[in-house]
């Protein structure tokens, strides 16, 4: 598995800093990721759903360690170039990309 690409819309919030949708071997897309500040710095939180009771369960998530660490970096490294780069601009989603 392979991400093959990343991109990152940047948000203007305290927390949340930004979503991110990650395309898989070029065939598999996941959107609303997101890059949260947290107390330790910089995390990535996988696209959730909001429950009746409150509490979120996520709809996608990797299955191992490396994998979860995969994701992360791949997105972080995104996120930190696209701020790097003074872009504030989001390129538009389309529904199928």
């Known amino acids: 598995m392979e991400i093959s690409d990343v991109q990152i819309y940047l948000m203007n919030e305290e927390k949340l800093k930004a979503y991110a949708t990650v395309i898989i071997d070029g065939a598999f897309l996941i959107r609303d990721l997101k890059v949260i500040q947290g107390t330790n710095g910089l995390f990535v ?16 998530h990797p299955l191992n360690q490396d994998t ?30």
């Not at 009771?53 to 996608?60: L, Q, T, V």
């Not at 995969?70 to 990309?97: C, I, M, R, T």
Request: neutral net charge.
């Open 68 to 97: 979860r660490q995969y994701f992360e970096k791949k997105v972080l490294e995104a996120y930190e170039a696209k701020v790097a780069s003074g872009d504030q601009s989001n390129p538009d989603q389309q529904s199928d990309q």
């Open 45 to 60: 939180a996988m696209p959730a759903k909001k429950m009746k009771d409150g509490s979120y369960r996520d709809i996608a």
